[in-house]
């Protein structure tokens, strides 16, 4: 089994910026990739960022390119989502999850990750 605890969301302006935090734990954490998605109200879970198990990989969805980042400290079992120039489309919960896939054309898709966390708000206002 392995644990996910998001944090670091809550109420910004637009153009602001935040970072998420991810706290794994359980078996083989440091074995897995680990990714971000996003939910809005009314809208379906989508895919945001994912960053290998090494670190030596990242990928981001269009909507985010060039304003996010995603890292991992991979001896404090962490990932992290920096967040800049925050839009009001970027409001969401964000959740962090595992995966053991790297296929670009399966990494963003939800069905392929395994463990995911309780999600932390972000809200960003105009």
């Known amino acids: 089994q392995v644990q996910l605890v998001e944090s670091g969301g809550g109420l910004v302006q637009a153009g602001g910026s935040l970072r998420l935090s991810c706290a794994a734990s359980?078996?083989?954490?440091?074995?897995?990739?680990m990714g971000w998605f996003r939910q809005a109200p009314g809208k379906e879970r989508e895919f945001v960022s994912i960053i290998t198990w090494s670190g030596g990989s990242t990928y981001y969805a269009d909507s985010v390119k060039g304003r996010f980042t995603i890292s991992r400290d991979s001896a404090k079992n962490m990932v992290y989502l920096q967040m800049n120039r925050l839009k009001p489309e970027d409001t969401a919960v964000y959740y962090c999850a595992t995966t053991t896939w790297s296929s670009p054309s399966r990494i963003n898709q939800r069905v392929y990750y395994d463990y995911w966390g309780q999600g932390t708000q972000v809200t960003v206002s105009s």
């Open positions: 359980g078996r083989s954490t440091g074995s897995f990739h």
